[in-house]
């Protein structure tokens, strides 16, 4: 007799197609049917219970099913699901709005709300080429990106990705950008340690933005962590560097902070911490804790500027989305920056940071390398020679199968398994984290 618990999963194999996933493996291996969530916590239907390192796609910062969030969400429902945001405004956008500006670095002073970090990106790059168009310099079409950068799925953000999985199938009709090679510290080709270098790796990048300056509308990055191409870290001076260059031959620099905003690397956002100024600065994910999907685009009263004038003149930026601004979605973020901005909650996160380091020292015997920006962490495993795994041994796939049976919810990127767990978990919960997740990777290349 079927249970009710497969006939569920039976129903899901048959109708839902599910993203970034080789259905085939479903046949062996079907996915969880959650029932629940709580704090860092996923639940199954059988009452099994699984530590969520990921945050569920690194959206979720306060723990599943938080108090706070849901009285916020359900307040908000009370008065207002959903209100279209083209001549209409309404509160939650409003405090939203003005708390985004006043807690990011100065000279960001408009917001534009979307629905998710791919169109957070799209936005970003189509008021970058608007803005040249109406400054009379419409040969500046051009995004220059990194090699290994990620910026979301949709046409235009697959333009500028740097990541052959995401953007091979669809090469043919992808307007033609400039790939930079990145930096990569683990296999630095200079031999240095980015603890100590002054971003020797700049190099490639200076030489293309100047050779193209003509034609370069802006630059897009991922600051310090490089998320899909494996948690890639590297030190705040790059960014300084391409500051500096930007400036000064007068390129658009977009930050894309969308995996790495929020606490995420200890900081509310990376360019206040290190005193950056974007152009663009794209957030979503974290911004609402998981619980609805939104996402905001920050720029300058300069770029704002080029767009405004009379409407039979159409400087104005044609983008439209059915659930930009969100009220729902607006609230819930609200709350949430106000739990990250009190009682020095980021503060707060230090010692587990600290944690999280010393934890990682166990990785330290097996081939590859464990680091670690903030509240992220990955442990990249390869042969002796630095020489990735062969993809045919899915060596991600089966660390990920060994963590289940131990209670923990991994997703690795290939070869690299990586942490970002809510960002309140315990020290102890990272402890037991990390410890299981060694004995899962040592349990696959035993």
Avoid at 4 to 16: F, G, K, M, P, T
Wanted: net charge negative; glycine share 8%.
């Amino acid at each position: 007799m079927i249970s009710e618990n497969q006939s569920e999963l039976i129903r899901d194999l048959h109708h839902v197609w599910h993203p970034c996933t080789q259905h085939k493996d479903y046949e062996t291996t079907p996915p969880i049917l959650i029932e629940r969530a709580e704090g860092i916590y996923l639940q199954d239907r059988q009452g099994n219970r699984y530590m969520d390192v990921i945050a569920s796609w690194w959206v979720n910062l306060f723990g599943h099913n938080h108090p706070r969030l849901n009285k916020a969400l359900t307040q908000q429902l009370e008065k207002m699901a959903h209100v279209m945001f083209a001549g209409i405004t309404h509160q939650p956008a409003i405090d939203l709005a003005d708390s985004l500006v006043a807690l990011s670095p100065s000279g960001l002073e408009k917001v534009f709300f979307s629905d998710n970090g791919s169109t957070a990106v799209e936005v970003a790059l189509k008021m970058s080429l608007q803005y040249w168009q109406e400054k009379g310099e419409s040969q500046k079409v051009q995004f220059a990106y990194l090699k290994g950068g990620y910026h979301g799925e949709t046409l235009g953000a697959l333009s500028v990705c740097g990541l052959e999985i995401f953007r091979g199938k669809f090469e043919k009709v992808l307007p033609s950008h400039l790939p930079v090679e990145g930096p990569d510290c683990f296999r630095c080709p200079y031999g240095l340690q980015r603890e100590s270098c002054n971003a020797e790796c700049f190099e490639p990048m200076e030489k293309a933005l100047g050779e193209n300056s003509d034609t370069l509308a802006g630059v897009i990055v991922e600051p310090l962590v490089q998320g899909a191409a494996g948690m890639m870290m590297y030190p705040p001076i790059y960014l300084k560097k391409l500051q500096t260059v930007c400036e000064s031959l007068g390129i658009h620099m977009i930050f894309d902070e969308i995996a790495v905003a929020f606490g995420r690397t200890g900081s509310l956002f990376v360019c206040g911490a290190h005193d950056l100024r974007p152009t663009f600065l794209c957030l979503s994910k974290g911004i609402t804790s998981g619980y609805l999907p939104l996402s905001a685009t920050l720029t300058t009263d300069e770029i704002y500027s080029a767009f405004y004038g009379e409407y039979d003149d159409m400087k104005l930026f044609i983008h439209s989305h059915s659930y930009s601004a969100n009220p729902l979605a607006c609230a819930v973020a609200n709350e949430t920056l106000k739990m990250l901005t009190e009682n020095n909650f980021l503060e707060s996160l230090k010692p587990k940071i600290a944690t999280l380091k010393e934890c990682g020292k166990q990785f330290e015997g097996l081939n590859g390398e464990f680091r670690q920006t903030g509240m992220i962490a990955a442990v990249e495993l390869v042969k002796n020679n630095k020489e990735r795994h062969p993809f045919e041994k899915r060596i991600g796939y089966q660390v990920f199968l060994e963590g289940l049976k131990r209670g923990l919810f991994m997703r690795p990127l290939g070869d690299v398994v990586y942490f970002i767990p809510p960002l309140v978990i315990s020290e102890a919960e990272i402890e037991t984290m990390l410890n299981t997740a060694h004995d899962c990777i040592n349990a696959v290349l035993r």
